[in-house]
């Protein structure tokens, strides 16, 4: 098993371009998110979904959106790139009331 | 919704020494609280989590309390190795409407040889 993958590892944009960031699992986890990673404050949720088809806003959702059309992928757009956005963007699963396994990251820098 | 805090943000001991992390919840309805370590420029991984149902949980040199009354729960790190030197995060959530984790703001831990 490959576990949680995700790609790009890193990637630079310019204000204003948009982009998607893949996620895939391979262990049949019902439940997949997306977290950003900012010094000093922990991960902070985006977007999380509870199977194909389900969707639901975390805290930080605003700038994002996700879908989610089969179970092993869960991909992360960002409309209209901020500096803000500067972050390291980790996607996570797990079998629903249970353990969470982390992807590897995607750092990402906004000009 | 929940608020999770973390102290101390840094924690600095000698190898062989015990550390301690602790954190806070604000929802009494949290059920599920695991805790992460994080190398530098690595992914989260789990090291031990524990449920409202039980008061502590041990895994060889690592072990959780959690005092539900109090809102309270603490990773124990005892003899302490280098290797140990990374962030840790805990967290909590509610498993009953689904595996969302509110993270505390972390702590570096430091293991002086």
């Known amino acids: 098993n490959a576990g949680v993958t995700q790609t790009p590892k890193f990637q630079v944009l310019k204000t204003g371009q948009s982009m998607t960031l893949q996620c895939a699992q391979d262990m049949n986890h019902e439940y997949m998110s997306w977290y950003r990673q900012d010094p000093g404050m922990g991960l902070r949720l985006i977007h999380y979904?509870?199977?194909?088809?389900?969707?639901d806003q975390g805290e930080v959702p605003n700038g994002y959106n996700v879908s989610r059309s089969t179970t092993e992928d869960f991909p992360l757009r960002l409309l209209s790139a901020a500096p803000s956005q500067t972050s390291v963007y980790f996607c996570?699963?797990?079998?629903?009331?249970?353990?969470?396994?982390f992807g590897p990251g995607t750092r990402l820098t906004v000009l | 919704g929940e608020n999770v805090e973390q102290h101390p943000s840094t924690l600095s001991v000698q190898e062989g020494d015990s550390a301690v992390i602790k954190c806070t919840y604000s929802?009494?309805?949290?059920?599920?609280f695991p805790w992460y370590k994080q190398e530098l420029g690595k992914r989260p991984q789990l090291i031990i989590d524990i449920r409202s149902n039980v008061g502590e949980k041990k895994d060889q040199r690592i072990a959780v309390t959690l005092n539900k009354t109090a809102k309270h729960f603490s990773l124990h790190i005892t003899e302490t190795q280098p290797e140990d030197s990374a962030v840790y995060f805990c967290a909590a959530s509610n498993v009953e409407y689904g595996n969302k984790l509110v993270f505390g703001a972390g702590t570096i831990l430091r293991v002086k040889s």
């Open positions: 979904s509870v199977g194909a088809g389900i969707t």
């Open positions: 996570a699963s797990g079998r629903l009331y249970n353990e969470q396994f």
């Open positions: 929802d009494s309805a949290s059920n599920y």
